[in-house]
């Protein structure tokens, strides 16, 4: 283990646990992107197409480096603590709440109520 991250039982937790936390925020805002690039890639009938437009797109490539982080920031807090402190920090969807907002998919549509 890195010496940085050793110490008293406290300290490393708390390393681990803000390890956890940019996990997934991590993995948030790079699965947002992700499903924006494929929002806004043009409709293609070529069997590949959509794959060819994600490719050109920065946007995707930036949800693929969030991503990527995501399992950087995962094996450091799984380095600095226990599995049981860390899963369930990494896995919260708070931090998707507020990068998910305005991302809504289009089908399947709502349901909309019988009062109106």
């Known amino acids: ?7 008293s039982g406290t300290n490393q937790m708390i390393v681990a646990v803000v390890f956890a936390v940019l996990a ?15 929002v806004a890639a043009p409709d293609s009938t070529a069997r590949f197409g959509l794959v060819r437009q994600l490719l050109r797109s920065p946007l995707w490539f930036g949800g693929i480096l969030g991503v990527v982080f995501a399992a950087l ?10 599995l049981a402190a860390v899963q369930p920090r990494s896995s919260r969807p708070g931090c998707a709440a507020p990068a998910d907002w305005r991302v809504r998919p ?6 909309r109520s019988a009062t109106r």
Request: charged share 15%; aromatic share 6%.
């Open 1 to 7: 283990m890195d010496s940085a991250l050793r110490g």
């Open 24 to 38: 997934a925020c991590s993995n948030a805002v790079g699965t947002v992107l992700q499903r924006r690039a494929a």
């Open 73 to 82: 920031f995962q094996a450091l807090a799984l380095n600095a603590g226990s």
């Open 106 to 111: 289009a089908w399947p549509p709502r349901p």
